[in-house]
């Protein structure tokens, strides 16, 4: 690989980093990198490579010792000095992601503005031994190319993510300890009294299946119980309109006997004795995140929440919609209701 390389900037999927090329005038398409010819924004060229996902991981108990591999109790509970190690389905885009890494002068970190992205990015830095090198944080905020160009003549010193890396370290390792460690003992504990096989325990996954677990019980014992309610139809010179109390009682009973407390009568005549006013504000709906996305989409067309995942996420690859992310708004009613209606059409482009 012989290049002279000024700035590296580090994307987190292909299809991230050829929206950033886009932006730019190219010199050179590779497979696993984009050269760029030199601009105002980098003089001398710059190289753009990628991710896929991760390219690091974790080591597994195993791989710290041997007496890991077999599950047994007197080996719990297993705190490890974390160490990393490269994903085999991706050895060989990580070494040329390295030897990228190890040619530049200076880093652009450029993948998603989140947790997860900082991770991604930074442990490959680490891995390949480069984070002497001068770095800088680049924040997207889409990938129209102008917002591109943007982002990349505003770019922050690297120690403005530094929490954001923190935070994902935190969760990735509390994450590992759960998991490694609650398995084999609720495992072999149940083994114990006669159970076969095993089970998986995880941070996120197992509070998950109980709220589902405790949903669907309260669905299964559920009866139902008829209340009473009252409404009436009021008319005045200005027209007609009906009304609801508040008021939820069990029996027809209690209803009459409110009506007879307060005198009500089938056909009486009320009186106005007060009007109060008020001024409300109707903002616009906001644009919907991913999460109420998938709610909706569900709720309207039960389309299942990784359906509709994956089907924005081709959009986003397409430059349809911008930057699918779980805290970020980034569609209206509108723009989603067309989207849902041409559905088919989209997934195939």
Not at 24 to 53: D, H, M
Not at 170 to 197: C, E, I, T
Request: overall charge positive.
């Amino acid at each position: 690989m012989q290049l002279n390389i000024d700035t590296l900037i580090f994307a987190e999927k292909p299809s991230q980093g050829r929206a950033y090329a886009d932006a730019y005038s190219v010199k050179k398409r590779n497979q696993s990198y984009i050269e760029l010819n030199p601009c105002s924004t980098f003089p001398k060229g710059a190289v753009i490579t990628w991710g896929i996902g991760h390219l690091i991981e974790l080591q597994t108990p195993g791989e710290y010792d041997e007496k890991y591999k077999k599950w047994d109790m007197k080996n719990l509970p297993i705190i490890p000095d974390f160490s990393y190690k490269i994903k085999s389905d991706v050895k060989d885009h990580y070494k040329i992601v390295e030897g990228l890494l190890k040619k530049t002068r200076s880093i652009v970190l450029a993948t998603d503005r989140d947790r997860e992205g900082e991770l991604i990015g930074r442990l490959i830095f680490q891995q390949a031994d480069v984070m002497n090198k001068p770095m800088k944080r680049m924040f997207p905020s889409s990938e129209v190319e102008e917002a591109v160009r943007e982002s990349f003549n505003d770019l922050r010193p690297i120690e403005e993510s530094n929490n954001m890396y923190l935070e994902a370290l935190a969760r990735q390792h509390a994450d590992w300890l759960v998991g490694m460690n609650l398995s084999p003992l609720y495992s072999l504990s149940l083994q114990q009294k006669g159970f076969k096989g095993s089970i998986s325990i995880g941070r996120v996954q197992c509070p998950t299946v109980k709220i589902i677990y405790d949903r669907q019980k309260e669905i299964e014992n559920f009866v139902p119980k008829p209340f009473y309610q009252l409404k009436a139809k009021f008319k005045s010179s200005n027209g007609e309109y009906e009304g609801t109390t508040n008021i939820k009682v069990n029996t027809k009973q209690e209803m009459k006997d409110i009506l007879m407390k307060h005198q009500l009568q089938k056909h009486g005549i009320g009186k106005i004795v007060s009007v109060k006013k008020d001024i409300k504000r109707n903002y616009a709906p906001k644009l919907h995140s991913i999460t109420t996305l998938q709610s909706k989409a569900n709720k309207l067309w039960k389309y299942g929440t990784k359906e509709t995942l994956d089907t924005v996420q081709s959009l986003y690859e397409k430059k349809i919609v911008s930057y699918p992310r779980t805290d970020c708004h980034f569609i209206g009613d509108k723009e989603f209701a067309y989207i849902v209606n041409n559905l088919e059409k989209y997934k195939d482009i």
